[in-house]
């Protein structure tokens, strides 16, 4: 057996233990490439989460992929080990710009790729970024309808963020990112975004994710509703409730730290927060008005923080949300204004 | 006790950056008053600030001993002194106590607006003058031009001035020699009275406030009692002796000499710069003439961006208070900003530099006001009010007229830049009085409104002339003219910190620049914000600053969570770097921002 697979299925093994024989909704294999795993370490792995832990019916096991051939080529092999469900990370249907976002493979690559995949899976995702640099509103659009003529069952659409302290934000910062759209033009994207899913049946269920009705990642889901995962495997976040505590966990980023960490301390954590009512309901809020369903109220004062009042009011009077008994929710005008919303609820 | 024909005095002067602070630092190496192991560049500029900023803000005074080629040792007094106008006081009042001036002129320059505004300062102080020109190592020095250009402008022979670099130390030698052949020994009468100058005084953490003198006649010693003429406080004397720079206890000081004493005086405020010191006893009768005390000409608010700091604030503005006679302050009462300090400065480097220092050695963030200067407003009733800050405007049916400072400026420029500082000033509502040419450069001098310079002024002629032209001004007199109250309403709420006074031509060029101004530096919010400017109940400028639209993060998943939530947490804390004005955040910058036009 090979070093890796033993820290996995060691992995597992530990936190099989702490948090005891549970029901699995779902399993991701997410996070960098999975699809270069080799079949049989999916494989391995499944076998061993299958032991340690009870699998709901119709259980929902994901593969994020790149489109390349190389990885399609395995995708039988990780249906046959239990997969039944992918992601695959096509970004742009047009090759200047997939270079551009420095992706290594064609669209006629991704193509190829993509309908392997949906000759070998029940359920396929594809993922685009857009808002990209010169991109004009037509172009999208255009671009958005031709993925929708593929009849995707489940869209991931992105808006391409530039983020500290990634390739992108390096260079934005060094000034070396021209193009990018203005607030209004990504609003408008945005919104066209809306309309097109919406008339082709694939409405959002959450900030960048649309689905056919019964469709939707249900792994996802989980996070947006604040239960609980384990996070396996370098760099995995986890979210666990162990004794009546909601623990946020960690393990180590780099795959070499990971690796000798689960074979030296027997344990690849890297970092073990009990997360504080307070922290706790920060999370569930930003999670959840992600979710067009939003939060159960019952869930927010299920804790013992309760939102800003003049905020709610405030937020409510200019239309960008919605309450009733049992929901708080964003509106579809307060989706796209997320990050404010939040700020103006968190405020003392 | 010093030979009075063994001393000479002198302050060096410059304009800013000429050179001053690296010429101390030779004449101070070259006569090995410091070890070289402990020089360092610009060692006089001792404050955080200066050092940074690479500028010299407060005079320096050191001792240094020389013997000289004719065998005999001297004593050399040096003052070092700043360049920028902002403290152009500190120059008058250190050529007080000395008898000649080095006149520093950058050899790749030439004469700038305060190499002139510095030889006038020396000529009226009947100083010898002895031209250096530095920085000759530089290969766009050119010292026939620069001579011929300082015998045409200023009048004073140069053909033999001294060639210097203060970088590498050629013709320290010569520069010592000349200060000892050609500087006039100081006069004195040791057996007369004591009778000393109050040059500067400042405060020490160690020793108290620190008086640096100049003794006229007379000897003064460690013990004796003191007089303050002004005052007649009578103190016992600590402690006297000279700065090599740092400070070195001596048992006497003769006339002629420049020294420090230390007296358990509490506090600056307690001694009055160019007051005369004598003895308790058997005292001159004869006071000195005295200076002119420093006065703040440009004004503006200072409110702690969290109103919890207001004591903070205080507590630090009395500090810095003390030891700067020509910082001024007051408490203010802002509607929008709660509790602050309406604050006098000499010019806009004088304020930053104040607010700097607030900033980091205090650790407060600061929001600073529109700076304003002074205007008489005359009143119907004959009665006549200083207005140091617009939003204290009276009810203008109660108001007959106002006046405002006017100052005469100095400007050289390159003739190729010579229209766009014409330009320039007459945008300024400048009144153009004089053009003269020396070689290639243009002096001209204006006419024109203080509050038309304070604020951004010198920037704009920087950039206009590329960095070019020099600026100098002095102020003359209050004239009327017709000025208004232009207010700034933002989401339809009146915002008092940004009020201004305007001249009524330019009020609608100003209020539009200013609206359009707000409406870059304000954020977008969750609902659209009306920006205006008005002049009475009458709107003259109006933007709209739009809702916020996309402020969304596109993917958020469950490795996203705990990074997700610590920037929310930052975003809060650097939200209380924001003022609230009813529901709009105003960050810090926006209140001086907001003034800076691009003409
Ligand atoms: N090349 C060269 N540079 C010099 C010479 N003298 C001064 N400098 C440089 O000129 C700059 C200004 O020098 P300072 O001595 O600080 O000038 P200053 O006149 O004291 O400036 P202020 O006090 O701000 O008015 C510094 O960067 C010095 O290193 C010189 O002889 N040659
Ligand atoms: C963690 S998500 C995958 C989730 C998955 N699509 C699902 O729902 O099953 C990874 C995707 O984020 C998107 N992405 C990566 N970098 C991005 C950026 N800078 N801005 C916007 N989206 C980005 C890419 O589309 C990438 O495929
Ligand atoms: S950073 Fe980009 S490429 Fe890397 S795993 Fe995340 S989405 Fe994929
Ligand atoms: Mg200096």
């Known amino acids: 057996m090979d070093a890796w697979e033993t820290a996995f299925l060691a992995e597992i093994d530990r936190v099989g233990r702490e948090t005891g024989p549970r029901v699995l909704d779902s399993v991701f294999f997410g996070g960098g490439t999975p699809s270069l795993m080799p079949v049989r370490l999916v494989d391995r792995i499944l076998t061993r989460v299958r032991e340690t832990w009870h699998l709901s019916n119709n259980c929902e096991i994901t593969l ?15 249906r046959d080990a239990g997969v039944n469900r992918v992601s695959i990370g096509i970004q742009a249907l047009n090759d200047p710009d997939l270079k551009k976002l420095g992706r290594l493979h064609s669209v006629s690559e991704a193509m190829t790729a993509l309908e392997t995949a949906c000759n070998t899976f029940n359920r396929v995702s594809f993922d685009l970024i857009y808002a990209r640099q010169d991109q004009s509103l037509p172009e999208w659009q255009a671009e958005l309808n031709r993925a929708l003529d593929l009849e995707p069952d489940h869209l991931s659409l992105y808006q391409l963020t530039i983020e500290d ?46 689905a056919r009705p019964g469709q939707e990642s249900r792994h996802n889901l989980i996070y947006w509703n604040y239960g609980d995962y384990a996070g396996i495997g370098p760099g995995a976040h986890g979210r666990l409730t162990l004794d009546g505590e909601k623990y946020a966990t960690e393990t180590h980023l780099a795959p070499n730290s990971w690796l000798s960490s689960v074979s030296a301390n027997r344990s690849g954590e890297s970092v073990r927060d009990k997360i504080s009512e307070q922290d706790q309901y920060v999370e569930r809020l930003l999670m959840g008005l992600r979710l067009h369903g939003g939060i159960l109220i019952q869930h927010l004062s299920s804790i013992s923080f309760s939102p800003n009042a003049s905020s709610i009011n405030e937020l409510r009077e200019n239309g960008l949300i919605s309450v009733d008994e049992t929901r708080l929710k964003a509106t579809p005008e307060g989706r796209p204004l997320l990050n404010a919303i939040l700020r103006k609820l968190l405020e003392d | 006790m010093t030979e009075l024909s063994k001393i000479r005095n002198f302050s060096i002067v410059a304009h800013i950056d000429h050179g001053k602070s690296t010429l ?18 610009q060692m006089l500029d001792s404050m955080d600030i200066e050092r940074e900023r690479g500028i010299t803000i407060k005079a320096n005074t050191v001792r240094i001993d020389y013997t000289a080629e004719d065998g005999e040792d001297y004593v050399l007094n040096l003052i070092d002194t700043p360049g920028h106008v902002d403290f152009a006081y500190e120059v008058s009042r250190s050529m007080r106590a000395v008898e000649g001036s080095l006149l520093v002129v950058d050899s790749s ?9 510095n030889v006038y300062h020396a000529m009226e102080a009947d100083h010898e003058i002895v031209p250096i020109l530095n920085k000759i190592d530089l290969p766009a020095s050119d010292c026939e031009r620069v001579a011929e250009q300082i015998e045409d402008v200023i009048g004073i022979e140069a053909t033999g001035a001294i060639q210097v670099s203060a970088k590498t130390g050629q013709g320290i030698r010569e520069t010592l020699e000349a200060i000892v052949n050609e500087l006039p020994a100081p006069k004195g009468d040791a057996d007369a009275p004591l009778k000393a100058m109050l040059v500067d005084s400042w405060y020490d953490a160690y020793l108290g406030v620190i008086v640096l003198i100049r003794i006229i006649d007379g000897k003064l010693k460690k013990g004796e009692r003191i007089r303050m003429m002004s005052t007649n406080a009578v103190y016992p004397v600590d402690r006297i002796g000279v700065f090599r720079p740092q400070m070195e206890s001596i048992d006497e000081l003769g006339p002629g000499e420049l020294g420090f004493l230390t007296a358990s005086i509490k506090q600056v405020r307690d001694t009055r710069v160019g007051d005369t010191i004598t003895h308790e006893k058997k005292g001159t009768t004869e006071v000195l003439d005295g200076f002119k005390p420093a006065q703040p000409v440009v004004f503006c608010g200072l409110f702690p961006v969290d109103t919890a700091e207001f004591e903070d604030l205080r507590d630090s503005i009395e500090k810095l208070a003390l030891n700067d006679a020509s910082f001024s302050y007051e408490m203010e009462t802002s509607a929008a900003l709660g509790f602050g300090f309406r604050c006098g400065f000499l010019g806009l480097l004088h304020l930053e530099v104040i607010r700097d220092r607030i900033e980091r050695e205090y650790d407060i963030d600061l929001i600073t006001t529109a700076p304003s200067v002074i205007y008489h407003v005359h009143m119907r009733d004959g009665t006549m009010i200083e207005l140091h800050n617009p939003a204290d405007m009276p009810d203008l049916t109660l108001v007959d007229h106002l006046e405002e400072p006017r100052i005469k400026a100095t400007i050289l420029v390159p003739d190729e830049y010579l229209g766009d500082v014409l330009k320039l000033c007459q945008d300024r509502r400048g009144i153009q009085e004089n053009l003269t040419y020396a070689g290639s450069r243009a002096m001209v001098v204006y006419d024109l409104p203080l509050n038309e310079v304070v604020f951004d002024f010198y920037d704009r002629l920087k950039s206009v002339t590329k960095g070019y032209a020099s600026f100098d001004y002095v102020m003359t007199e209050y004239r009327q003219d017709n000025l208004v109250k232009m207010s700034v309403l933002v989401n339809d709420e009146p915002v008092d910190a940004l009020s201004t006074m305007v001249h009524r031509d330019r009020a609608e060029m100003r209020g539009r620049a200013m609206v359009e101004k707000l409406k870059d530096l304000i954020p977008r919010h969750m609902f659209k914000i009306p920006i205006q400017a008005a002049i009475g109940g009458k709107v003259i400028a109006r933007e709209t600053l739009s809702a916020m639209r996309k402020d969304v993060t596109a993917k958020c998943y469950g490795g996203d969570a705990s990074r997700k939530r610590k920037l929310l947490d930052k975003q809060k804390k650097g939200k209380k770097k924001m003022r609230q004005f009813g529901r709009v955040d105003i960050p810090q910058e926006a209140f001086i921002n907001a003034l800076k036009m691009d003409d």
């Open chain 1, 64 to 78: 994020e992929a790149n489109p390349t051939s190389i990885e399609a080529d395995k995708f039988r092999g990780f």
């Open chain 1, 165 to 210: 302290g990634t390739a992108f934000g390096d260079r934005f910062a060094k000034g070396g990112l021209r193009g990018l759209p203005s607030e209004d033009l990504s609003a408008d994207m945005y919104f066209a975004t809306q309309e097109i899913c919406d008339h082709k049946g694939l409405p959002a269920y959450e900030v960048s994710n649309h």
């Open chain 2, 24 to 41: 101390a630092d030779r004449l101070i190496q070259e006569t090995n008053t410091v070890a070289d192991r402990d020089m360092k560049e």
């Open chain 2, 109 to 117: 320059q030439g004469v700038e607006a305060q190499t002139l505004a």
